[in-house]
């Protein structure tokens, strides 16, 4: 698995797919980089940006935590030295709702770096509730913070819906697309009833609409999503297919951990075509 290039832990991240997205987009000449589900911004963080950043998600404290890395790290790291590394700390800290930026990022940080597996969930309530995740040993890497600052100076960084991000997609742009997805070991069927509350079939197809516009547009894209044959349906006719092949790392102790395969959708021309271009 490559590393992660990215300064948080992100269930479903994509630094597994770093490697083959940079051969993907060797010898591409594109103008700016756009990512509407961030995330982790792993592609983002392992790849060279010829002009501007546009990075975008839903999760706004996700946003915010962005935004204060680019702002002011040192600042940010000033709050986290505060926090203690254990179990009675991680609750306390997890029930704290701090007012500032900054002291927000760095208990979503804390919380992220210390959290089971990584994870971001809330209750019915909007609160965080992943419990603990036993990681006493684990510091925080704050050169690591201090590089990504860097990179994201003059990035532009938005809480919003990923239909939003065509009014900054231009021709020659490049859009990676990485949506939330679930899939079941047992049943490719389950894919629905499992992803409903994340990613529903309905955001499918308005995510299948952005790409007919990032098509029209002539702008490139890259796509992943669960290999499911409603995936397949919906996005087939859209740009060419690379199915690839990964492990699965998320979940409990029941969880499946054995290779589970995703998809790959792109209007980037394969090596021979571009090339010739």
């Not at 919906?234 to 199915?243: A, E, H, S, T, W």
């Amino acid at each position: 698995m490559a590393q992660n290039t990215s300064f948080i832990r992100w269930a479903g991240g994509k630094s597994w797919l770093v490697p083959y997205i940079q051969e993907l987009i060797e010898g591409l000449e594109y103008n700016n980089y756009h990512e509407s589900f961030m995330g982790g911004a792993s592609v983002f963080f392992a790849i060279d940006i010829p002009k501007k950043g546009y990075l975008s998600d839903v999760n706004k404290e996700l946003v915010d935590t962005f935004c204060a890395v680019r702002d002011n790290p040192q600042r940010l790291i000033d709050y986290l030295n505060d926090f203690i590394p254990d179990e009675k700390n991680y609750y306390e800290i997890r029930a704290s709702e701090p007012r500032g930026k900054y002291q927000r990022a760095a208990r979503f940080l804390y919380l992220n770096t210390y959290s089971f597996n990584g994870l971001y969930r809330v209750n019915r309530q909007g609160k965080y509730n992943v419990p603990y995740g036993q990681r006493q040993n684990t510091t925080f890497n704050y050169e690591r913070i201090f590089e990504v600052s860097k990179k994201l100076k003059d990035v532009d960084v938005i809480c919003q819906d990923f239909e939003s991000s065509k009014y900054l997609i231009q021709s020659g742009d490049l859009v990676f697309l990485d949506p939330p997805y679930t899939v079941s070991k047992e049943s490719n069927s389950m894919f629905i009833e499992y992803n409903s509350k994340l990613f529903s079939l309905d955001d499918q197809y308005r995510l299948g609409e952005l790409i007919d516009y990032i098509n029209e547009l002539g702008a490139y894209y890259i796509l992943t999503n669960a290999a499911h044959e409603k995936i397949l349906e919906i996005f087939q006719d859209k740009g060419r297919l690379i199915p690839r092949e990964r492990n699965s790392l998320i979940g409990g102790k029941k969880a499946f951990r054995g290779k589970v395969q995703e998809y790959i959708f792109t209007n980037i021309p394969e090596k021979g075509d571009k090339d010739e271009n």
